[in-house]
């Protein structure tokens, strides 16, 4: 059975810094992409950040691109996001996914990660 735990989030102020992480047990990072998506109240779950197994590429949403920087410790079972100059639109639920590497496929769509955590609270006040 996968599991993927989150952590870090909290409150901060605004343009304040944050670092999630999100550990597996249950499978390694070997041959996986990863993603960090975020679910505000009222709106849809979007895709924030992505990185892949292959060649190790990132991809950030416009949103959050220079800002936000994700990153993978494969030895560790590790992925994190580092989330600086924190805006209150950053607030949200944070939820971390795991799916197979797949370089044909697009990072950012939801449904090609296979599992989910159970999300972290990132609230950021004005």
């Known amino acids: 059975q996968v599991q993927l735990v989150e952590s870090g989030g909290g409150l901060v102020q605004a343009g304040g810094s944050l670092r999630l992480s999100c550990v597996a047990s249950?499978?390694?990072?070997?041959?996986?992409?990863l993603g960090w998506f975020r679910q505000a109240p009222g709106k849809a779950r979007e895709f924030v950040a992505g990185i892949r197994w292959s060649g190790g590429s990132t991809y950030y949403a416009d949103s959050v691109k220079g800002r936000f920087t994700i990153s993978r410790d494969n030895a560790k079972n590790t992925l994190y996001l580092q989330m600086n100059s924190l805006k209150p639109e950053d607030t949200a639920v944070y939820y971390c996914?795991?799916?197979?590497?797949?370089?044909?496929?697009?990072?950012?769509?939801?449904?090609?990660?296979?599992?989910w955590g159970q999300g972290t609270q990132v609230t950021v006040s004005s």
């Open positions: 996914a795991i799916g197979p590497s797949r370089p044909s496929v697009t990072i950012t769509a939801m449904g090609r990660y296979d599992y």
């Open positions: 249950g499978r390694t990072f070997s041959s996986t992409d």
